[in-house]
C-alpha cells in the first residue's frame, strides 16, 4: 500500500534562510509522481511543485525544489529566502501512473511551517 | 478559466439533517477527487472519479456517504443522515489525466466547510 511520511509536525525557519521539509514515501511501483502543496490559514491548497519518478533532474520551481532521492524514496521540499507567506501547512503527495493513466493521490500528514521575522 | 467550483463555502446543519455538496471540474479535466480535512485525519480521499465513473470508494467512511457524477461538469457528495463527527473540510479537486507529466496535478477548490450541531 503506498503512504506518505513527513516526521516534522512543525517547524521554524528565520526569515531569509532556507528550510528543508521531509517527506519520505512507500510504493511498490516504478511510475509515480510526487507532489507538494501549501495550504495557508486561509485554507486552499496551492500546487507548488512536481516530480515525475522517471524525471533524471530536481524540479524546481521559483525558491522551491525538490530534493528527491529514489532509492531513498524522499523527496524533500527546500524553500530558499523564506519569506513571511511561507508560514503555512505543507503537504506531501503521492500519485501512482504517469502519463498514460493515473491512479489516486494520497497526502502525508504535513508539516506547519512558521517563518520568523 | 474559473477553477474548480465548489458550493456552498459554508454549511451548519443539525445531526440527521441530509447534506449536499457540490462540485464543478475545471473543463476539459477527466478526474475528479473528493476529500475530507480534519484536525484528527488529516486529508482523507473518500472518492475519485475518472470520465465520470467512480473509481475507487474505498474511503467513503460508511454507507451515509454517496457520491455521484452525472456528467463531465458536475459532481455531489451527500451525507444522509449527517453525524456531528462529519464536521469537517470537504475538498474536490480535479485534474487531467494524459499529456505531460505536469498534466497530472491536483487543482483543489476552495472547499466546504461543514459544521453539524
Known amino acids: 500500500a503506498q503512504k506518505i511520511t513527513q516526521t516534522q509536525p512543525g517547524m521554524f525557519v528565520q526569515e531569509k534562510e532556507a528550510v528543508t521539509l521531509d517527506c519520505t514515501y512507500d510504493?511498490?511501483?516504478?511510475?509515480?509522481?510526487l507532489f507538494w502543496y501549501k495550504q495557508p490559514s486561509s485554507g486552499e491548497m496551492i500546487f507548488l511543485i512536481y516530480?515525475?519518478?522517471?524525471?533524471?533532474q530536481n524540479a524546481t520551481e521559483g525558491r522551491y525544489s525538490l530534493n528527491f532521492q529514489k532509492a531513498r524514496k524522499s523527496a524533500n521540499l527546500v524553500i530558499s529566502a523564506s519569506q513571511l507567506g511561507d508560514s503555512a501547512m505543507y503537504f506531501c503527495?503521492?500519485?501512482?501512473?504517469?502519463?498514460?493513466?493515473?491512479?489516486?493521490?494520497?497526502f502525508g500528514p504535513g508539516t506547519s511551517l512558521s517563518v520568523i521575522p | 478559466d474559473a477553477g474548480v467550483i465548489q458550493s456552498p463555502r459554508h454549511e451548519v446543519t443539525e445531526m440527521g439533517q441530509e447534506v449536499t455538496l457540490r462540485c464543478k471540474p475545471i473543463?476539459?479535466?477527466?478526474?475528479l477527487f473528493w476529500y475530507r480535512q480534519t484536525m484528527m485525519r488529516g486529508l482523507e480521499l473518500l472518492i475519485y472519479?475518472?470520465?465520470?465513473?467512480?473509481?475507487?470508494d474505498s474511503g467513503m467512511p460508511e454507507d451515509r456517504f454517496s457520491a455521484k457524477m452525472p456528467n463531465a461538469s458536475f459532481s455531489t457528495l451527500k451525507i444522509q443522515p449527517s453525524e456531528p463527527r462529519d464536521s469537517a473540510v470537504y475538498f474536490c479537486?480535479?485534474?487531467?489525466?494524459?499529456?505531460?507529466?505536469?498534466?497530472?496535478?491536483?487543482?483543489f477548490g476552495a472547499g466546504s466547510r461543514l459544521t453539524v450541531l
Open positions: 479537486a480535479s485534474s487531467s489525466g494524459l499529456g505531460s507529466s505536469g498534466a497530472n496535478v491536483l487543482t
Open positions: 510504493t511498490s511501483d516504478q511510475s509515480y509522481g
Open positions: 516530480q515525475g519518478s522517471y524525471d533524471e
Open positions: 503527495a503521492m500519485r501512482r501512473g504517469m502519463k498514460t493513466s493515473y491512479d489516486k493521490v494520497i
Open positions: 473543463s476539459g479535466h477527466d478526474y
Open positions: 472519479f475518472n470520465n465520470n465513473v467512480p473509481i475507487d
